[in-house]
């Protein structure tokens, strides 16, 4: 039967985005498209004109008696706790009532009958401060003696100083990398709808929509089964809407509550970026020992991040980079350090790699200072110091994890050779030695990243599977749709399962009210999770329909297979559809919840030791970039990837998830400049002063593969591997490279040091300063 050849959408199969084709043509439904039930009211934030004061009064009867305001919110609104901390250190009002403690903190919320009133309304408020000193950067407010928001990380491995003592050669610097904005096609909303009793059904575009349900129910003193919150997709994410949603559902939900109507929030974009937090910056210090041959022999580092004013997330996020301050290279000694250190700036949150980023390039500024300190290849000296095996006992991470899955060495190798790495970089130097005002740069990075929620207790998923009685299923869970493709592969899973079309198939709105208690979409552990917790339920239904169609044709369970659309019964072969109505007719239950935890992590943060991660995702990238020495100006040539995403659930949207992601990640460390005056005062909060990379910015030829070869170690859904954040990092070549670029102009002698985002400006004074070295 041509019905049993195969099955449309399977795993490990290119399928096309279920909502692509929608987003295209602009029908896909967002928060904001809504259709508002009559008496709908809108929602603006009003917000601290000053970086740092008490507050000692704070007159808004200007604001309550302008045109079509019907109400104005404050901290005393507020019936339950005044509080959104996601970590729960009760650090983070929704509306502070002595103190601001950053330019743009929100102060109270406007309610009008349009989105405009509400707006004019807001810059009415009349506020009496003390204005304090502040602080704004973790230097600055280190040294004013502020104090940190949450504990410190220390990760310590072998003898450090006795590694010091041994080693031949011994360099300490400091890197400074910035921090960057999420810059989501759509911002933060909620749209809150009262219902009888204590409830409130809240429409947002948040990551977590169980931490936003917990966040609404603690605000208005109700019970979490209270609360439902809804979320059918977003438009982008990137781990800013992760915690930074919370207020906005609160203040949405606090407002219909009180006046008994609908109530939406939208900030415009200048708010969105002032009133909500970042990827963090760090000052990184850094003191390494190490051979003749660049071998890493000891290292010591302090990672001080800028978290803003309130503890949010910066606790994991600094753990985080610490977890990645090796990438993929083996640290004899290790002894590293983090300092979440509180400023008088938005509280920083998460961002694609969550602090393991900043970790990584920390990672890579230190060898290249070895390279360039002993006249090698950068690239020499990264294969010098990858992880080994158990054999020849390199193999064990600062925090006493040991790596037992290690491609990183075939993964540079192939790459090296794809991409014709020597014979290009030997063109580069002797181009480079004719002594243009162009000079070239040729740079091949690695990445290893860990693949967990560092809190143990996040790596859980849920599921529902319903199956109707005309063969169609309906798929819920916990995770949440913002363009990564999650709900396409947890659907394919689905559909393997059962062996049936994935146009069988119906995915549904994350919502509270199916799956309870979920974990953010967040540590690249979507599809792991979810569709793990899929295959669960389907599981649990297909082993009712075995039993079944085993005792109704009287064969043994062995005899029963699902097949292309159909179940093989011993010799008879019947339509999945068909066979459903038949079970149902019978009365076999065809709705399963699924559930996964992930096995094997434990951590002990307070000893530095564990498994936080159940495995690694691996890939390598080699960027050559032109960089014009007069003006700093520069262009990115040419970028290859390898990238290991282990047996692929949809190798074309994986690509897609690797070519964004070093899009990204070479964003934040060339153009992605984030500014604040002295005054406190965010400067680069639009898209007309915050450059984010354009189409043309893209490498001029783009060449990505995935490595076929790779298959995950560890039970995964179908072994495939995170690709979420992983390839991030990829885009470390491109700063790489044009460090490589710079450093010709004093014949690589010295390390330029450049720090992020590498902006022309930042190129051509490192470019000035070589000159003037030499």
Not at 296 to 304: G, K, L, P, R, Y
Not at 657 to 686: C, K, N, S, Y
Request: net charge negative; aromatic share 8%.
């Amino acid at each position: 039967m041509k019905d049993l050849q195969t099955i449309k959408g399977a795993v490990h199969q290119d399928l096309k985005h279920d909502s692509a084709i929608k987003q295209v043509q602009g029908r896909a439904d967002y928060t904001d498209d809504i259709a508002e039930p009559i008496g709908t009211l809108h929602a603006y934030l009003g917000v601290s004109t000053v970086t740092h004061a008490n507050i000692r009064g704070m007159d808004l009867s200007r604001v309550r008696a302008a045109p079509g305001v019907v109400a104005v919110l404050t901290a005393e609104d507020v019936p339950g706790v005044n509080d959104v901390s996601p970590t729960g250190k009760h650090d983070e009002p929704v509306f502070p009532t002595e103190k601001v403690e950053f330019h743009g903190q929100p102060m109270f919320a406007v309610i009008a009958e349009t989105r405009d009133a509400a707006r004019r309304a807001a810059e009415l408020a009349d506020v009496d401060y003390d204005v304090l000193p502040h602080a704004l950067d973790p230097i600055a407010a280190e040294d004013a003696g502020m104090p940190l928001v949450t504990d410190p990380l220390k990760l310590e491995r072998g003898d450090v100083e006795a590694g010091f003592a041994a080693a031949a050669n011994r360099i300490s610097g400091r890197m400074v990398v910035g921090g960057q904005d999420h810059m989501y096609l759509e911002g933060h909303i909620a749209f809150a709808i009262p219902g009888e009793d204590d409830d409130v059904v809240v429409h947002c575009s948040t990551q977590h929509p169980s931490e936003a349900q917990h966040m609404v129910a603690h605000v208005l003193g109700v019970p979490s089964n209270a609360v439902v919150v809804n979320v059918r997709r977003m438009g982008g994410g990137f781990g800013g809407k992760e915690s930074q949603m919370n207020l906005f559902c609160a203040v949405a939900a606090i407002g219909a509550k009180k006046l008994n109507r609908p109530v939406k929030i939208r900030p415009d974009r200048d708010q969105d970026m002032t009133a909500t937090g970042k990827r963090h910056d760090f000052v990184i210090d850094y003191d390494l020992g190490f051979d003749h041959d660049g071998r890493i022999q000891a290292v010591e580092s302090q990672f001080a991040a800028r978290c803003g004013y309130s503890s949010d997330l910066s606790g994991p996020v600094t753990d985080r980079a610490l977890f990645h301050a090796d990438n993929a290279y083996f640290y004899p000694n290790v002894r590293l350090k983090s300092r979440p250190q509180k400023t008088n700036t938005v509280s920083n949150t998460a961002f694609r790699g969550f602090g393991g980023p900043q970790g990584v390039v920390a990672a890579e500024r230190m060898i290249e200072e070895v390279a360039y300190a002993l006249g090698k290849d950068p690239l020499e000296v990264r294969k010098a110091n990858f992880y080994g095996d158990a054999e020849d006992g390199r193999n064990v991470t600062p925090y006493h994890q040991t790596v037992e899955d290690n491609v990183i060495g075939r993964v540079v190798e192939e790459l090296e050779q794809s991409a014709d790495y020597q014979a290009r970089r030997k063109a580069i130097i002797e181009e480079n030695a004719k002594g243009g005002i162009i000079r070239r740069g040729l740079a091949l990075t690695p990445v290893k990243f860990g693949i967990s929620f560092t809190a143990t207790w996040y790596n859980q998923a849920g599921a529902l599977i319903h199956v109707y009685n005309d063969g169609s299923i309906h798929l819920n869970h916990g995770g949440t749709e913002m363009g990564q493709g999650l709900n396409t592969k947890v659907a394919q899973v689905v559909a393997e399962a059962f062996q049936v079309d994935f146009d069988r198939i119906k995915i549904t709105k994350t919502t509270t009210e199916k799956v309870p208690n979920t974990s953010a979409t967040a540590a690249s552990s979507g599809s792991d999770l979810n569709g793990m917790a899929a295959l669960d339920a389907a599981e649990q239904i297909k082993a009712r329909l075995v039993k079944f169609a085993a005792e109704s044709r009287g064969v043994s369970e062995e005899a029963v297979s699902f097949v292309p659309n159909h179940l093989r019964i011993g010799d008879e072969v019947v339509p999945f559809d068909s066979f459903i109505k038949e079970a149902y007719m019978a009365r076999v239950q065809l709705s399963s919840a699924g559930f996964y935890k992930t096995p094997k992590i434990h951590w002990d943060r307070a000893a530095g030791k564990g498994r936080p991660f159940y495995y690694y995702a691996y890939g390598a990238s080699c960027s050559e970039v032109s960089v014009d020495t007069l003006t700093g100006e520069y262009r990115v040539e040419r970028t290859d990837i390898l990238h290991d995403v282990g047996r692929s659930l949809n190798p074309i949207l994986d690509i897609g998830q690797v070519e964004g992601a070093f899009i990204q990640g070479m964003g934040w460390l060339t153009t992605e400049e984030l500014w604040w005056d002295e005054a406190g005062r965010l400067r680069t909060h639009a898209p007309s002063t915050y450059k984010i990379p354009l189409a043309s910015d893209r490498p001029r030829i783009f060449n990505v593969e995935l490595a076929d070869w790779s298959e995950n170690r560890e039970m995964t859904i179908k072994r495939s591997k995170a690709v979420g954040e992983p390839p991030f990092m990829l885009g470390i070549s491109v700063f790489e490279a044009l460090s490589m670029a710079v450093a010709s102009v004093a014949d690589y002698r010295q390390c330029p040091r450049l720090d992020a985002p590498a902006t022309p400006e930042c190129v051509l004074m490192a470019v000035e300063r070589l000159k003037a070295g030499a």
